[in-house]
């Protein structure tokens, strides 16, 4: 009996220190749990590249095993806090079967990771080649050459748009005006206003 009693005067003694070990424990815990996660040190949080590349380039087959897309620079970097790639004289090919193929060249530009869009500045310049499709002895489908300062570009729907001064020449004539959307899979051009234009008549032999 007097053991059991020295037992329990024990812990009433020990009671307060226990209570306060258990709310220091309990508090220290749910402070990590609010806490922010500790920053990363890889610098996978900062906008630093992790890879350099040199003549960089990229090729993207298609089904029938031909290239259809075909990405190349002089300088490449990537940076893996948004997965994109900085080019350095960019230079990105379009090519589907019975489609005329497309080119694009800038001073700069930068791509998405899933490479599905991506955006080109500085002397930008975009070369559709003769449509093999169009009729013989037409200028219809003839080549097309845009030129502006900006270029966003889409590349599975093969369609580039920008919002600044651009001028669009093709075997018909010279074209400028301010905003474009272009669409090489169903070969149409909307240039938005004010649009200005120079065009050659085609003479005719009776």
């Known amino acids: 009996m007097d053991r059991t009693r020295n037992l ?24 990590t749990q609010v806490q922010p996660a500790p920053a ?12 350099f590349l040199t003549d960089f380039r990229a090729i993207t087959f298609g089904d029938d095993g031909k290239p259809s897309e075909v990405l190349a620079a002089a300088k490449a ?34 791509v998405a990771g899933d490479r599905r869009h991506g955006d080109f500045a500085g002397h930008v310049r975009v070369v559709r080649e003769a449509d093999p499709a169009a009729a013989p002895g037409t200028d219809a489908g003839g080549p097309i050459t845009l030129t502006t300062s900006t270029l966003h570009v889409l590349t599975q ?16 004539g010279i074209i400028h005006g301010r905003g474009l959307v272009f669409d ?4 149409h051009v909307r240039i938005e206003a004010p649009v200005q234009g120079t065009f050659q008549s085609r003479s005719t032999s009776e």
Not at 86 to 103: F, I, N, V, W, Y
Not at 184 to 187: D, E, F, L, R, V
């Open 77 to 110: 970097e990537h940076f893996p806090d948004n997965d994109t790639a900085e080019l350095t004289d960019p230079k990105l090919a379009l090519t589907q079967p019975g489609k005329p193929p497309m080119t694009i060249t800038a001073d700069r530009g930068v």
């Open 40 to 51: 990363h040190r890889d610098g996978s949080t900062r906008h630093d590249p992790d890879l």
């Open 8 to 31: 329990l005067d024990r812990l009433v003694a020990w009671s307060p220190v226990l209570l306060l070990g258990g709310l220091a424990a309990l508090t220290y815990w749910l402070d």
């Open 184 to 187: 090489n899979k169903t070969k």
């Open 157 to 172: 729907d093969e369609r580039v748009t920008t919002d600044q001064p651009v001028t669009v020449e093709e075997p018909r």
